[in-house]
C-alpha cells in the first residue's frame, strides 16, 4: 500500500534524514581512522601475529569507510528529494518506510528514494495542525 505525500512536507523530514546520516558517516569514518592508527601501531610487531592483526585491522577498516559511503549516499538521496520536493513536476509516495520519488512521467526516481525512520513516517502522515479561524 502507498500513501501520496505532498511535496511541501518532504523537505523539513529529508532534510533531518541527510544531518542524521551524515552524522553516522562522520561517526564511521572516525571509527575506520581509529582501527587505521590502531593499525600502524600493531604494524612494528614482527611475525605471524602482528601480520595478521594488521590484516584484520585493515579488513574493519575498509568495512568501516564502507558503512560511512553508504550512509553519506543515503544522505546525498534525502537532499535530493528535498530539493526535487521544491520544485514542480514531482511528486512522492510513502511505501512502508520507503519514500519514493515519481516525476511527471510517474517513473520513480532512485536517487531521491530512501528509508524513513518509523518517527518520520509518523511524521509525514500525521495530520496538518489544524488552525482556528474567525
Not at 569514518?29 to 610487531?45: D, E, M
Not at 512502508?96 to 520513480?108: F, K, M, P, T
Request: glycine fraction near 6%; charged fraction near 20%.
Amino acid at each position: 500500500m502507498s500513501i501520496p505525500i505532498p511535496p511541501e512536507r518532504v523537505p523539513p523530514v529529508a532534510k533531518e534524514v541527510a544531518e542524521t546520516r551524515k552524522t553516522y558517516a562522520i561517526l564511521w569514518w572516525f571509527g575506520a581512522s581509529l582501527a587505521a592508527l590502531i593499525a600502524y601501531g600493531q604494524s612494528s610487531k614482527s611475525g605471524h601475529d602482528g601480520i595478521s592483526e594488521v590484516a584484520g585491522i585493515a579488513f574493519w577498516s575498509v568495512v568501516l569507510i564502507w558503512l560511512g559511503v553508504r550512509q553519506w549516499r543515503i544522505a546525498a538521496r534525502a537532499i535530493e528529494a528535498a530539493r526535487r520536493a521544491e520544485a514542480p513536476g514531482t511528486s512522492f509516495v510513502l511505501a512502508g518506510n520507503l519514500l519514493v520519488a515519481i516525476d511527471e512521467r510517474q517513473v520513480s526516481q532512485p536517487s531521491a528514494t530512501f528509508k524513513l525512520s518509523g518517527k518520520l513516517v509518523t511524521m509525514l502522515t500525521a495530520l496538518p495542525k489544524a488552525e482556528l479561524r474567525h
